[in-house]
């Protein structure tokens, strides 16, 4: 569970202050798949990298099962992270002089995952594992992404716009991945995006308009990445 | 305008290279060719035989200071345009992609050549300045007739215009064969070690040993700089403690200040381009929950053994030449002290040597401290 109060976050000081997040409340429960919809600017990148711990907030708490994440220490908070926090990016930020299984290995050390194996081929990459990110496609390296943050067992992973950069062939691909591997390991999902449709395979639907939140749906029924529309 | 005269300043060392190159050059060879002039007065035996090893020594000091340090130079300058293709392969790529020829791109970089002539100039007209110092020390004896310093236009040619027009057209010349390689190369920041690094001997290495590995390999050239920053330290303070004996207080001074700025402005060079260049990894690595500990070893920890190389190369080194001056070049003169390896001056520097590599090394741990997560997402 995590229990998000009245986050605030501004960027800048005196007469160019920004205001991005403007005290945001929101409880995410365990298992739970939320996506964060909202327009360019309204602050989604921002509020999920300050509840992944990525960022601190000006004001306002962020606690997993009892651990307030915005009074930890640095080191505290990269232990934190280690141990329940993965991510996936738009850009994918691979380490692009190393190989897919060692992209993945990366993630899976810090959990100590000797099964790092499995999961490429889970995303169903076992015969791309010895090719550096610069041969792949955008889709496939979005995949390794994909297997890097689940490497490491996360018990939350955290999704900023990760078919941003795809098609939508090879978005769904993506998005049926992580779907898949989220009804088998049951983490917990929080993705931002502002592409509507991905909303529907969501079981909680956010809505952010410039640094508050407008509404919080609940879909009582989830689609596959290949029954929504794009 | 690509590359500004910003991109030429942080070339620093290499100016500061230059500049000690030229200085020690400088007065050498404005020294020999003055005495050279009054070779005919010199009556003594002992003021010949003095003449004959002065020469010589001015000979082998001037090749071997700016030899190293000329090729010293033109490493760092390849390596930093190697640095500056690669980091900025985006823009490159898409002026390439617009329909630059590579020339019109490369012909830019001749600014580079500018950090040297900015420190020959500045090596040579320092140089001028302590001529008359020099000139009176080197004769203290008063074996030959007084001889005052005079201005050569073609030392100023040579060690002023010249090197600064090789190195432009170096920079020129280099940067065109790189940029041969593909657009979409550039594009995707894509380098050779695809080539290079498919040999995977032990696929079961634990990411952080991997990451160490790569780091050293992706980058060579620094694992020269960096045993070579060490060389200078451990060459040229021990060669300054014997200076004090064999020649003067005032060599062994300028001898310790060239050896400290050359080893310093190599080795912050080289750990700065090493953080740099792995700030991506390094803020991904964070993301992920590596510690920052764990991220230092792996990217700096790894040039560690090859500083103790270049230590060692330079004891050796520094005894060896020193060695070869006293019995041979200085053989016929008389009252030159004997020389013998020193051991407390090689156990202070090595001492030294540690306690400024590891105070080092910690402020650019600090730095990978400090490197913004969100700098590289925001790219
Ligand atoms: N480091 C920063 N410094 C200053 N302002 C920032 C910084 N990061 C974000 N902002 C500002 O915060 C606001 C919200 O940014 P944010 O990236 O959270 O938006 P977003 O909803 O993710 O937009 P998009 O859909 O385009 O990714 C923007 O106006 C942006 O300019
Ligand atoms: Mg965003």
Known sequence: MIKISDITKSYGTGGSKNQVLKGISLNIGDGDFTVILGASGSGKSTFLNVVSGLERPDGGSVVYDGCDITKLHDSELTEFRKDNIGFIFQQYYLLPNMTVEKNVRMGADLAENRDYREIIAAVGLHDKSQKFPGELSGGEQQRVAVARALAKKPKVLFLDEPTGALDEQTGRQVLDYISKLHNEFGFTVVMVTHNQNIAEMANTVVKMNSGKIAGIDKNQLQKTAYEIGW | ?379
């Open chain 2, 1 to 379: 305008m690509i590359i500004g005269i910003k991109d030429a300043i942080k070339l620093i060392s290499i100016t500061i290279i230059a500049c000690c190159a030229v200085f020690v050059c400088a007065i050498f060879l404005n020294y020999g060719i003055d005495i050279a002039a009054q070779k005919g007065e010199i009556t003594t035996a002992a003021g010949a035989a003095m003449y004959s090893a002065i020469v010589s020594t001015g000979k082998v000091t001037a090749a071997v200071s700016g030899g190293c340090l000329a090729m010293t130079s033109a490493v760092m300058l390849l390596f930093y345009v190697k640095n500056y293709i690669d980091t900025h392969g985006k823009e490159l790529g898409i002026l390439k992609a617009l329909g630059y020829s590579n020339i019109n791109i490369a012909k830019h970089f001749w600014i580079f050549g500018s950090s040297v002539f900015a420190g020959c100039f500045l090596g040579y007209f320092s140089a001028f300045f302590y001529l008359p110092t020099f000139y009176e020390l080197q004769n203290a004896d008063r074996l030959f007739p007084e001889i005052k310093p005079h201005f050569h236009p073609i030392l100023a040619f040579l060690l002023i215009f010249l090197p600064a027009m090789i190195f432009a057209v170096l920079a020129v010349i280099y940067a065109y064969l790189r940029l041969k390689s593909p657009v979409l190369d550039l594009l995707k920041e894509r380098r050779e070690y695809k080539t290079k690094l498919t040999k995977r001997e032990s696929p079961d290495m634990p990411f952080l040993q991997d990451l160490a590995k790569i780091t050293v390999r992706s980058r060579k050239s620094l694992v020269f700089f960096i045993a070579f920053s060490a060389f200078c330290f451990s060459a040229m303070v021990q060669m300054s403690a014997s200076m004090i004996d064999l020649a003067s207080k005032e060599m062994a001074v300028m001898m310790l200040a060239i050896g400290l700025i050359l080893a310093f402005a190599t080795l912050l060079l080289s750990l700065s381009s090493v953080v740099k260049g792995s700030a991506k990894t390094i803020a991904m690595m964070r993301v992920f929950g590596y510690k920052h500990s764990d991220c230092s070893k792996a990217v700096l920890g790894c040039y560690r053994p090859f500083s103790y190389i270049g230590f060692v190369i330079g004891t050796v080194y520094q005894y060896a030449l020193l060695k070869i001056m006293v019995t041979v070049v200085f053989a016929d003169v008389e009252n030159v002290p004997e020389y013998n390896f020193d051991f407390t001056a090689c156990a202070i520097t090595l001492g030294l040597f540690i306690l400024a590599y590891e105070i080092a090394m910690y402020g650019y741990s600090k730095r990978i401290k400090k490197l913004p997560i969100k700098s590289v997402m925001l790219e």
